[in-house]
């Protein structure tokens, strides 16, 4: 194993946005038990710190595979197309626009059928959303056009955080 290594080389895994979650969670307990710190205990406090640090970067490599939007980001960086969200937040008129009617739906919504409603239409529009960009990532390989898709499913995201928080305050 190489510290340096991209996640995917990490895992042992291809490049690519589909992964298969068992395959991804079972080779992550395999590298947590090859470099667990108590293996290296009795070698020393240099050889627990570098099985430390194998430790956190598994964790941080797993963490990243094992989240659609995450692993979307870090593909579009490994192939020079950085996310940019801070910076780039252009989208399509048509995408705001539905943002928009969602919005505006979600503050008027009053009852808990409008806002499921609206909560089946956002999960949909996700769902929708990633394999556009798994096309986009794997068959495609066009990942400057996947950027914008991932931008626009961070948007997304926290609008669907919004409104399971709706859905809460009348679960309470």
Request: glycine share 2%.
């Amino acid at each position: 194993m190489n510290l340096q290594s991209d996640d995917f080389a990490l895992f042992g895994l291809e490049r690519r946005f589909a992964q298969d979650r068992a395959v991804l969670d079972a080779r992550w307990k395999d590298l947590q038990r090859q470099a667990h710190p108590d293996k290296f205990a009795a070698q020393g406090a240099a050889a627990l710190r570098i099985a430390m640090q194998w430790s956190v970067r598994i964790n941080e490599a797993y963490q990243r595979l094992k989240d659609p939007l995450k692993r979307a980001s870090y593909l579009c960086e490994l192939n020079a197309a950085p996310i940019q969200a801070e910076n780039n937040t252009a989208m399509s008129g048509d995408f705001l626009m539905q943002q928009m009617q969602w919005r505006e739906d979600l503050d008027a919504a009053n009852e808990l059928k409008d806002i499921q409603q609206i909560s089946l239409q956002c999960k949909q529009a996700v769902l929708e959303l990633l394999q556009k960009i798994e096309h986009l990532l794997d068959v495609e390989q066009n990942f400057l056009v996947a950027a914008g898709q991932v931008r626009a499913l961070m948007f997304m995201q926290r609008f669907v955080l919004d409104v399971d928080n709706r859905l809460d305050q009348f679960e309470l």
